[in-house]
C-alpha cells in the first residue's frame, strides 16, 4: 500500500443546505501533483439497516427517491442525527419508516459509496427481535413496507426497482450471516 | 408503488467542475410539499468491472481514494466518456487500471449508489477471457492490482479497506453467477 499524498491546500469551492464540495491540491509519493474534488456528505454518516421479522424474513421499503426520480425498494436508511450512535439512529430509523423497534441491534458493517468523490460513511445495522413501536417521522407520504422471504432470493434480486447497491450488498451480508 | 410527485420547480443551486446540485420544489400525491436537493453526478454514468483472470480470481485493484482519504481496495471503476457504451467504457478502464482487455463482457446489473439524493448509474459489467493490453490511463501513481481466489470468500469480504458497497455488491452477484 501506497504513503498517502501530500494535502497541499484544501478549499471549500461550494455549499448547499446538504452538499459541500471541496478542492483538494495533492501532492503524490512519486512527485505527481494533482487536483481533486471531493463531496463531503454531511460529518455524522448515515445508517442502513435490516430489519429481520424473522429469520427468513426482511422487511424492505418501497419510497420515493428524487436522485432517481422513481420509487425504489431497498432497506431503511437515513442520516445519523446529533448525539446518536449507530444503532439509537437504526434503531430511530426503523420506528420511523416501519413501525418497528428492536431489541437486538448489531453493525454488521461500514460501507462507502463512492470513496473516490464522496467522503461519506454508511453503517449497516442488522435488527433482530422486532416489536410494534411506531414513531413519527418527516416523511412526506406513508412508506410501503414490503416483507420479503430470503429463499426467494433470485426475485428479490432481480426486481427492477431494487438498485442500489448498499442494500443490495446488505442483503447478501445478512444472508451469509444468517444461512 | 405511489404516483410519482409532481416537479413544482426546479433549480441548479451550486455547480462546480464534478458535481451539479439541484433544488427540486416537490409536490406529492397527497398534496404535501417538500423541497429537496440532489446531486446530478455526471450525465453519462459509470462502470464498475469484475474482471475475471479465470472462473476462480479476480482481480482487484487498491488505489488512492480521495473521498475516505485512504488506499481501497476494489474493483476497476471509471466514468464513461461520450460516446462510449458501458461495455466499450469497461474494456477501456481495465485496459488503463489493470493492464489487460476483455474478449467477453457483459452487463450484469445497473447500480444506483443514493438514489434519494444522488443521480448516478454504475453499470457492472463482468469481464471474462482476459488478455494483456495495457493502455496509459490518467493515474497519478501505478495502481497496485491484486488477484483474489473467489474460495478465499470470507477473507475478502471482511478485508477492511474493502468498504464500497458497489464492489461488494457486484463480488456477490458475480459469485451467485459463476459458482
Known amino acids: ?21 471541496e478542492q483538494l491540491d495533492l501532492e503524490f509519493s512519486n ?3 494533482r487536483c ?10 448515515s445508517v442502513l439497516v435490516v430489519p429481520m421479522m424473522d429469520d427468513e424474513t426482511v422487511l ?12 425504489q ?7 445519523m442525527e446529533r448525539d446518536e450512535d449507530p444503532l439509537e439512529a437504526a434503531n430511530r ?22 470513496p473516490a468523490y464522496i467522503r461519506h460513511q454508511t453503517h449497516v445495522i442488522l435488527a433482530r427481535d422486532l416489536y410494534p413501536d411506531r414513531q413519527p417521522g418527516d416523511e ?6 414490503v416483507p420479503w422471504h430470503l429463499s426467494d432470493w433470485d426475485e428479490l434480486i432481480g426486481q427492477p426497482d ?18
Chains 1, 2 share one sequence.
Open 1 to 21: 500500500m501506497g504513503k498517502l499524498p501530500t494535502i497541499l491546500s484544501r478549499q471549500l469551492i461550494a455549499k448547499t443546505r446538504l452538499f459541500r464540495v
Open 31 to 33: 512527485g505527481e501533483q
Open 36 to 45: 481533486y474534488e471531493r463531496l463531503i456528505g454531511g460529518e455524522r454518516g
Open 60 to 71: 424492505l421499503i418501497r419510497e420515493y427517491s428524487a436522485g432517481s426520480q422513481d420509487y
Open 73 to 79: 425498494l431497498g432497506l431503511p436508511k437515513g442520516r
Open 93 to 114: 430509523e426503523i420506528r420511523e419508516e416501519i413501525g418497528y423497534g428492536a431489541r437486538e441491534l448489531r453493525l454488521i458493517k461500514t460501507f462507502t459509496i463512492a
Open 140 to 145: 412526506p407520504e406513508p412508506i410501503e413496507v
Open 162 to 179: 431494487l438498485t442500489e447497491a448498499r442494500s443490495i450488498a446488505a442483503l447478501y451480508l445478512t444472508r451469509d450471516l444468517l444461512t
